[in-house]
């Protein structure tokens, strides 16, 4: 009988370990996370410019993720990946010359990328909505002025019909794009005629009321670029486990829109760096073991690009990936509070994605944890589906199931609303149980993604998503 007590004993601390020393794991981690930290390496990487891949903006950032690994005890690695067609604007020239009173009209207006150097000319504005009024003769040796962002076809139009250069703007009904510019890139090419200018929405109603009230209006224009063949560098850092099986933690580390990105995808890089660290540190701290798996992380040279690179080079291991989470735009959201785990209709994303379903329940409205958070159907566009089915398919690749996630804060410049997948309402989810509202942002791909917008404006949403991730893994990993 005596011996009952201790066996009881014994049972009652195992049970305890297992129920308690996770859950102090997570607060342990949680406790970690910086936000200021988070905060000052987005500021770091924006003024960096816009960091694309295989131009000297994205080799200075890969450097400075390298560094930044590198000062958390890892061994960072850099891959430059294969050549591609990149760009940098150096300077350019936008001004409205005639009517005077817009003299110092433009600010925060934007340049498409692979537009050609031109140097400075005057031309006559013309307003054109190629669906209604496409009259090549008013277009010849004219600034085109149009109220939508110009596609690759129309741009061969007005190329073909002699204008000198385009002012797009973009109709947004919930305001954004109001007081700054879209941004665009031209067809990926060095011989593209003409440039075109994205402009705010402000501005482009402004002209166009102008010319329809039968003033006529002179652009003044000059451009500054080079169109040329750059490797992108992507950086991977590993914290070894148990196993060579292993979770990877992304992001693209470029501004993809060729703006100054913070939250697209700024955000995300930094959220990957906490990340790293903080795992570092607990293990050094002794509050973490090694984990059963290991766990990479990898800043993308350039979006796609560069994971496509990746798995190309790594198609005899695909099996040994475990799962994909990848950050993309973790730096607000304009009208909830909300963490998103992305995509739930792909069936080998159902594991991963309960955990991550039940971590965002367990902490909802807990202090300095999300106000919701829920899981959405599959929407595309990031760097999470290079790892799924269609892509692999796509590079002719071994058909291995990776689950792989996206994790955000808001994505593109519009709300849009879906039916939520069956049999995935959260408890942490707000809204209707039977749908999802997809956040936005009004500077998605604009001159004003800065940090004064996104980051700054909204800084819990990073830390958000770092704990996120970070509990999650220490519920698959450890
Ligand atoms: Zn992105």
Redesign the pocket.
């Known amino acids: 009988m005596q011996r009952k007590a201790p066996i009881l004993l014994v049972c009652i601390s195992v049970l305890f370990t297992f129920s308690f020393a996770q859950p102090l794991n997570e607060k342990k981690f949680a406790d970690r996370v910086s936000q200021e930290r988070l905060l000052q390496t987005v500021r770091d990487l924006v003024r960096l410019g816009n960091r694309l891949g295989g131009t000297p903006s994205g080799d200075k950032a890969a450097e400075y993720v390298f560094k930044k690994f590198r000062s958390y005890g890892y061994v960072p690695v850099t891959i430059e990946d294969s050549e591609r067609l990149t760009y940098t604007n150096e300077r350019w020239l936008l001004q409205v010359e005639e009517p005077r009173k817009f003299k110092g009209f433009f600010k925060n207006e934007g340049l498409a990328g692979f537009s050609p150097s031109v140097s400075a000319r005057s031309a006559p504005l013309v307003y054109v909505d190629p669906d209604v009024d496409f009259e090549p003769a008013r277009i010849e040796s004219a600034a085109v002025l149009v109220p939508f962002p110009v596609a690759h076809d129309i741009y061969q139009k007005f190329v073909d019909a002699g204008a000198l250069c385009v002012l797009s703007f973009a109709l947004n009904n919930v305001g954004s794009y109001e007081g700054w510019s879209f941004l665009t890139d031209l067809p990926s090419s060095t011989d593209n005629p003409i440039p075109v200018f994205t402009i705010s929405v402000r501005n482009g109603e402004t002209l166009r009321n102008e010319l329809a009230s039968g003033a006529e209006v002179i652009i003044k224009f000059s451009t500054k670029t080079s169109v040329f063949m750059g490797r992108p560098k992507t950086v991977v850092a590993t914290l070894e486990g148990r196993s060579d099986q292993y979770f990877l933690v992304c992001a693209?580390g470029d501004s993809?829109s060729g703006g100054p990105g913070a939250d697209?995808?700024a955000s995300g890089v930094s959220g990957v760096l906490e990340l790293a660290r903080v795992f570092k540190n607990l293990g050094a701290g002794k509050t973490l073991t090694k984990p059963n798996q290991t766990i990479k992380f990898i800043i993308w040279g350039s979006?796609y690009f560069s994971a496509e690179g990746y798995i190309t080079q790594h198609s005899e291991e695909l099996g040994k990936i475990l799962g994909v989470f990848n950050y993309?735009?973790i730096g607000i959201g304009k009208t909830r509070n909300c963490v998103y785990f992305e995509g739930n209709d792909i069936p080998q994303n159902e594991g991963i994605l309960r955990v991550m379903q039940k971590v965002g329940e367990d902490y909802v409205g807990k202090r300095r944890f999300w106000s919701e958070a829920t899981t959405n159907p599959a929407q595309g566009g990031?760097d999470s589906y290079v790892f799924l089915q269609d892509y692999l398919d796509k590079l002719s690749l071994p058909n291995v199931e990776i689950p792989s996630i996206t994790v955000y804060t808001a994505a593109w410049s519009t709300p849009k609303t879906f039916p939520q997948t069956e049999g995935w309402s959260s408890k942490a989810w707000k809204g209707h149980r039977d749908s999802v509202v997809i956040d936005f942002s009004p500077y998605y791909h604009s001159t004003l993604d800065v940090p004064a917008t996104t980051t700054e404006r909204e800084p819990f949403n990073m830390p958000w998503a770092v704990k996120a991730v970070g509990i999650t893994l220490l519920r698959l990993a450890w």
């Open positions: 693209h993809d697209d995808n979006e993309d735009e990031t």
